[in-house]
């Protein structure tokens, strides 16, 4: 799914804004609110993601006609 891929590559990116942001807080305002929002943005892909999946999941199993066993 591309929205989780999404959030590892953000999640990964955060490591080191963190990292930078850690290393002088007080001076790094803006830095904090670029990495409170990314975080969100993260969070945001990875709950999308994971929701489209068991969204798909759900619809497959919808689909078997009773009686049946889903191809996998």
């Keep these: 799914m591309e929205y989780l891929q999404d ?5 990964e990116y955060l490591v080191h804004l963190k990292a930078e ?3 002088a807080p007080e001076e790094n305002r803006i830095l904090k609110w670029r990495v409170d929002t990314l975080y969100r943005m993260y969070l945001d892909c990875r709950h999308t993601g994971e929701y489209l999946i068991t969204r798909e999941r759900r619809r ?13």
Excluded at 7 to 11: G, I
Excluded at 64 to 72: N, S
């Design 21 to 23: 942001l850690y290393a």
């Design 7 to 11: 959030a590892a590559a953000l999640k």
């Design 60 to 72: 497959s199993h919808e689909q078997v006609p009773h009686g049946t066993v889903p191809r996998q």
